[in-house]
């Protein structure tokens, strides 16, 4: 009588031949969290330096509407005043938009840069891993078919 060959164990032994490199692993999360620190650190001191613009513009605002807010002998000293509240107000608004594009700028330049650095690293870390896990699994399929034809005599 012939014995019954049993797949489920030659299923497990060929499983078992094929690699699970948790290294990668571990690197693409080490990769991913040093992109994201240094993403954080971009837009951390671009609101950083939003939060001093933006406070530099609202203390000049307020001194200039101090000067504003003065009593005025003759009543055309108002609008003298007035005109040129506006005026200053209008030439620190321009300054301040200007201040904010740059940092806008900067933050975007520095973003750009991350991500095609980023980009690059992951290709050639994927291209590395694609080849290692390549030659694995030719190594594993070799390994597998040897104990397959051996569990099949």
Known sequence: MTKQQDFSKVLQDMVSQFPVDTAALK?????????????????????????????????????KFGELSKAKSEPTDYTKAFSDFASASAELAAENLAAFAEVAKKAQTETVELMLAAGKDFSEEATAAVKKATADVQTAAKKAATVATAAAK
């Open 27 to 63: 690197d693409v999360y080490k990769n991913s969290a040093v992109l994201s620190e240094k993403m954080t650190k971009v837009a951390l001191e671009a609101a950083e330096k939003s939060n001093d613009i933006s406070s530099k513009w609202a203390k000049e605002t307020i001194a």
